[in-house]
């Protein structure tokens, strides 16, 4: 069974500063890699997805990297600010046949103190 | 943002009471999910549907039925909801499966 880990589960910055989050996951056999944001009493925001083929994506200050042999992912977050503060969460989907479930991990609560 | 409305938004029922959730969409997505949110777990998947009358069981589907005559609406149901099912539930939806999925807001719903 595929798990998905997040750590640390709480960080906080200054701001301005740059930062990575950190996603592992225990089996490499995945179609893709999707990164999402949540804030307090809200739905989550798609950031970026990977599919398995993939090494990085890029979306304005965000960076999403996958290395599936060593089951990791990290989001790189650059000159972070107090907007950026949310719960962060990745989740993996499998390769296999009829494999359209998401596994999550718990996620990262990043704050950017002003 | 991705066209998906849930309701109702906040629900309080009692153990033993029916309770359907509704998701709708506008943006004609053919893949259409229900995940439970809770602490400690994270978020997982209920059901979810891959068409009109198709849909399949997820991580966590006992106590729990969907359905989905039109593409735009998937129903989610708790025949006889416990408290143990109270959560947060969000429905998502995606173009395709390999394409990334959509949220709503959530329905927050508590059975007392």
């Known amino acids: 069974k595929q798990e998905v880990t997040q750590i640390p589960a709480a960080l906080s910055v200054p701001e301005g500063e740059n930062l990575v989050l950190n996603c592992s996951f225990t089996?490499?056999?995945?179609?893709?890699l999707q990164w999402f944001r949540q804030d307090p009493g809200k739905g989550l925001t798609s950031l970026l997805l990977?599919?398995?083929?993939?090494r990085e994506q890029t979306s304005g200050r965000l960076n999403a990297s996958l290395d599936k042999s060593s089951g990791r992912s990290t989001l790189y977050i650059a000159a972070s600010q107090p907007g950026d503060s949310a719960t962060y969460l990745c989740?993996?989907?499998?390769?296999?046949?009829?494999?359209?479930?998401?596994?999550f991990g718990k996620g990262t609560k990043l704050s950017v103190i002003p | 943002d991705a066209g998906i409305t849930q309701s109702p938004r906040h629900k309080v029922t009692e153990t033993g009471t029916p309770v359907t959730l509704r998701c709708h969409q506008t943006?004609?997505?053919?893949?259409m999910y229900w995940y439970r949110q809770d602490p400690g777990h994270g978020l997982r998947l209920i059901h979810y549907s891959y068409g009109v009358k198709d849909t399949d069981k997820g991580e966590v589907s006992d106590g729990y039925s969907v359905s989905r005559s039109k593409t735009e609406d998937f129903l989610l149901t708790l025949e006889s909801a416990t408290s143990s099912q109270t959560s947060v539930y969000f429905c998502?939806?995606?173009?395709?499966?390999?394409?990334?999925?959509?949220f709503g807001d959530g329905t927050r719903l508590s059975i007392l």
């Open positions: 998502a939806i995606s173009e395709s499966a390999g394409q990334p999925q959509h």
């Open positions: 089996d490499s056999a995945i179609y893709n």
């Open positions: 989740a993996v989907r499998g390769s296999g046949a009829g494999s359209y479930q998401l596994t």
């Open positions: 990977i599919q398995s083929s993939q």
């Open positions: 943006e004609n997505h053919r893949y």
